[in-house]
């Protein structure tokens, strides 16, 4: 059976870096966010976000890994922010030490995550980031276990809820 997505729509970047500061601020250490879409889709623009909410403290500092394949950000948990677009496939991630990396005192974000998806855990967040015009996004969240589901539900059982079915 599939899990069933959540989605939430965005207006611009500013919005898309708030609902990644959210995701941010749920992590609890030990989840991998892999985040699947098109170039400019707004991916690192999550994942700034994500910086912020988890107490990162210069989002200029964030940047994609396309060239250096892993970022590492500081926070209340150690963020590895990946890029797999240049790797040749899982064996790549795992070479870069992506096992060593999921621990209870980080969080691991993954971009282009459709390319390594046979070496990440089932127990991941999928964020897939569809563009909707020139400035909207629509992400659509799915949980694969018990610890993404929890993230996934505080992100979506706030009042109002953040995503919608």
């Known amino acids: 059976m599939t ?3 959540q989605s939430v729509d965005t207006q611009g970047e ?10 941010g601020q749920a992590l609890q250490g030990g989840e991998v966010v892999a985040l699947i879409g098109p170039l400019g889709a707004g991916k690192t623009q999550l994942v700034k976000g994500v910086a912020w909410g988890n107490g990162h403290d210069d989002a200029s500092l ?6 250096t394949l892993v970022n590492e950000y500081p ?3 150690h963020l590895y ?3 797999a677009y240049r790797l040749g496939g899982g064996e790549e991630l795992l070479d870069l030490g992506f096992a060593e990396m999921v621990t209870p005192e980080s969080a691991v ?3 282009w995550a459709d390319r390594a998806t046979a070496v990440l855990p089932a127990d991941r967040l999928t964020i897939g980031l569809q563009v909707t015009s020139d400035t909207a996004r629509r992400l659509s969240l799915t949980a694969g276990g018990p610890s993404s ?4 539900d505080e992100l979506t059982t706030g009042d109002p809820p953040l995503a919608r079915q």
Not at 62 to 67: D, E, L, Q
Not at 149 to 152: A, D, E, P, V
């Open 62 to 67: 964030v940047t994609s890994p396309t060239f």
């Open 3 to 5: 899990p069933a997505a």
């Open 149 to 152: 589901q929890r993230l996934l």
């Open 81 to 83: 922010h990946l890029d």
């Open 75 to 77: 926070g209340q948990l």
């Open 14 to 23: 500013e919005q898309t870096r708030q609902f990644g500061r959210l995701v």
């Open 109 to 111: 974000l993954i971009e």
